[in-house]
């Protein structure tokens, strides 16, 4: 399984792979790989015969406060991880390779509507990064299926609409969430926290089971309801960010009509911002 790392001896690969009669697979990600990737890494070769893994910690999409110096970055072990995994081809660019020109005047895709509110709220231009550089990294290796996780909900959402409106010739697939057996979502982001935090931070998930809990069972009062959510989080000792219900397909705020839902939530332990979130159907 080779690394490369200029656009030009990747698409030279994916050009053989492609003579060779073999379906594409992309797993874009930011590298520090856990089994949430690897999962998304093994539903590539269910579906296609090439996988190809893009590992860029993607400045774009970081706010001027936000964790882009410290991000893991963590070549050697993402190697070896996707090795065992059976994947074919890791790329592994520079920010020069993927921004020559710099990134102030560089073409920007923005999804709008969908990117607003939610991440997009708190994240000024975070979903506009996300779109610009997954945009690049489709037209780059053109893929047949690109697989991302279900845990970044708004961001699939968002990547699906992109897809869909600029009619790229690409199938985007959403993979479930991996969790800890604790219920914590697996996040690169996972690693900044202290023993104290880590303990706390399942009540994320815990929070998002009793909202669909309490909607499930009939509770139409969804602003108290989410106050409620909130209390619960600041009581463990996390700062929520935001808590949402939502319908599941469209994002719009749900109504006591939505029969499919997803409950999303943001919140701080100490320094470090988690999200998560819970499909569920409401009869
Ligand atoms: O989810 C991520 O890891 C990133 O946002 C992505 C999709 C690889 C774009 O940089």
Excluded at 39 to 55: C, H, P
Excluded at 58 to 74: A, I, K, M
Excluded at 150 to 166: G, H, N, P, S, T
Excluded at 183 to 188: C, M, Q, T, V
């Amino acid at each position: 399984m080779n690394t490369l790392h200029s656009i030009a001896q990747l698409r030279a690969a994916i050009a053989r792979a492609r003579e060779d009669g073999k379906r594409i697979g992309l797993v874009p990600t930011m590298g520090n790989l856990h089994a949430g990737h690897i999962a998304l890494v093994e539903k590539a070769l269910q579906r296609t015969d090439y996988v190809v893994v893009s590992i860029f910690v993607n400045p774009l999409q970081f706010g001027p406060t936000e964790d882009l110096e410290s991000y893991p970055r963590t070549l050697a072990e993402d190697q070896s991880k996707l090795l065992d995994a059976g994947a074919h081809l890791i790329f592994a660019p520079n920010v020069a390779e993927m921004y020559p020109g710099g990134m102030e005047g560089h073409a920007r895709v923005s999804v709008p509507v969908v990117s607003e509110g939610l991440c997009g709220a708190s994240r000024p231009g975070h979903f506009e990064g996300v779109a610009t550089v997954v945009s690049k990294l489709l037209n780059i290796a053109q893929p047949d299926l690109a697989v991302f996780g279900q845990k970044d909900y708004q961001q699939l959402a968002v990547i699906r609409k992109m897809a869909y409106d600029l009619c790229l010739p690409v199938q985007i697939m959403g993979e479930p969430t991996v969790r800890a057996a604790d219920g914590l979502a697996l996040s690169s982001r996972n690693g900044y926290l202290s023993t104290e935090e880590r303990r706390i931070a399942p009540t994320l998930y815990r929070t998002l089971k009793q909202i669909a809990e309490q909607v499930q069972n009939g509770r139409h009062d969804y602003v108290k309801v989410m106050e409620e959510a909130r209390l619960a989080l600041v009581q463990a000792g996390m700062q929520p960010d935001y808590l949402d219900l939502r319908d599941a397909l469209t994002l719009q705020p749900a109504t006591p009509e939505t029969r499919e839902m997803v409950a999303l939530a943001a919140a701080f332990v100490g320094k470090t911002r988690l999200i998560d979130n819970l499909c569920f159907k409401v009869n």
